[in-house]
């Protein structure tokens, strides 16, 4: 059981388009849900969090016009890069938190995110 | 505030051979602590957690971690390397109130030789 689906898996798209991640909690249901950036050989920094039927909480120095996120469901949450730029290249986790779980969240796949 | 330290960025040792990877972490509140395992172009598995009671805690695939309050320190063991384990480990920490959202270490990337 706990697991996170993330698609897609990688997707490359041309400057100034649009791009949308999705994260789905497969068996269990996720209140709360977190974004990551992880740049190549760096660590995980997270983004936001997001919150099932409210705005997600962004952390300092994420832009939130450029970052969209959306948690429709209990199971779902979206991450949609806007007007996408070179360096926003990089590789996007989420997590979910298990709300009957909830000592640990559970991490996706990961997406790679390629801006040519 | 929370912060975690991992002392090494790059491990090597041989096949057979104890695996420590080093953890530190800073937090004002109890934390819950985590280690977790990064392969190429993949996701995080947990290999294991501590979050309250013993503070030996025993994880997936042979791996262990001792919670030392007095030390602030929550370091990764396993008695013997295996080729399948090099890869990318991280350490994080939570809060155990509020979002919890983790915090991670720098990683440490783990080279077993044959």
């Known amino acids: 059981g706990a697991v996170v689906s993330q698609h897609p898996s990688w997707v490359i798209c041309k400057s100034g388009t649009s791009v949308k991640i999705e994260c789905r909690s497969l068996?269990?249901?996720?209140?709360?849900m977190f974004w990551y950036r992880q740049f190549p050989k760096q660590s995980l920094m997270l983004m936001a969090t997001?919150?099932?039927?409210?705005?997600?909480?962004?952390e300092q120095g994420v832009e939130k016009d450029k970052f969209l996120i959306n948690h429709a469901s209990l199971t779902l949450s979206t991450l949609t890069v806007t007007s996408a730029h070179p360096e926003d290249s990089s590789f996007y986790i989420c997590?979910?938190?298990?709300?009957?779980?909830?000592?640990?969240?559970?991490f996706g796949q990961g997406t790679r995110l390629t801006v040519v | 505030a929370q912060s975690v330290t991992q002392l090494g960025s790059h491990v090597s040792v041989s096949e057979g051979a104890l695996v420590l990877l080093r953890c530190n972490y800073s937090?004002?509140?109890?934390?819950?602590l985590f280690w977790y395992v990064q392969y190429p172009n993949q996701g995080l598995q947990l290999l294991l957690k501590?979050?309250?009671?013993?503070?030996l805690v025993k994880g997936i695939n042979g791996f262990e971690a001792e919670f030392k309050k007095s030390e602030t320190s929550f370091h990764l063991t396993k008695p013997s390397a295996h080729m399948s384990d090099a890869a990318e480990y991280f350490c994080?920490?939570?809060?155990?109130?509020?979002?919890?959202?983790?915090?991670f270490g720098s990683g440490t990337r783990l080279q077993v030789q044959p």
């Open positions: 997590s979910a938190r298990d709300d009957v779980r909830n000592t640990e969240a559970f």
């Open positions: 068996d269990f249901q996720a209140t709360t």
């Open positions: 997001s919150n099932e039927g409210s705005k997600a909480t962004y």
């Open positions: 937090s004002s509140v109890p934390p819950y």
């Open positions: 501590y979050t309250t009671g013993a503070t």
């Open positions: 994080a920490v939570s809060e155990y109130t509020g979002r919890r959202a983790l915090t």
